[in-house]
């Protein structure tokens, strides 16, 4: 028991989870409101604004540099872990999705090719839903850190 009351007390795990969180209800908010539908899959899926792994990311780092210091080996290694996912996000895995949606629209444009289902284009982010995400991140850092 005591090993459960020690994780939900580690700050470095439950700030990013709750950042995490907040990243992903905004996109099922988001698109209640731009397209006047209940979407949950918004709520597990990637993509999307804001990124929810750069708030992730960052967050973790926020919280390790308030916690260990901003001058600690410990935030240098998140705040490089941040970096790496952050440019992860907006440049790989952008440029799958905009892959598979290119495929998309080339194995629906052919009837001879036919696939069970769509490929996944909505994978990474554009640099600003990474800024906003990693700016959720350093707020819900310093503000639950």
Do not use: C
Not at 62 to 84: N, P, Y
Not at 110 to 123: A, P, R, T
Request: positive net charge; glycine residues 8%.
């Amino acid at each position: 028991m005591d090993f459960f009351i020690k994780i939900f007390s580690n700050k470095a795990i439950i700030v990013p989870v709750i950042a995490w969180f907040i990243a992903q209800s905004i996109k099922v908010v988001s698109v209640i409101i731009t397209q006047r539908k209940v979407d949950f899959t918004r709520f597990i899926g990637s993509g999307g604004m804001p990124s929810s792994h750069a708030a992730f990311v960052v967050s973790l780092a926020t919280v390790t540099g308030r916690i260990k210091g901003w001058d600690s080996v410990e935030f240098a290694i998140s705040l490089a872990l941040s970096l790496v996912v952050m440019y992860d996000a907006a440049g790989v895995r952008r440029a799958a999705g905009k892959q598979a949606q290119a495929l998309n629209k080339l194995i629906y444009s052919q009837n001879e090719v036919q696939f069970d289902e769509s490929l996944k284009e909505l994978l990474g982010h554009t640099p600003f839903q990474v800024i906003m995400g990693a700016a959720l991140g350093i707020l819900t850092g310093l503000w639950l850190g």
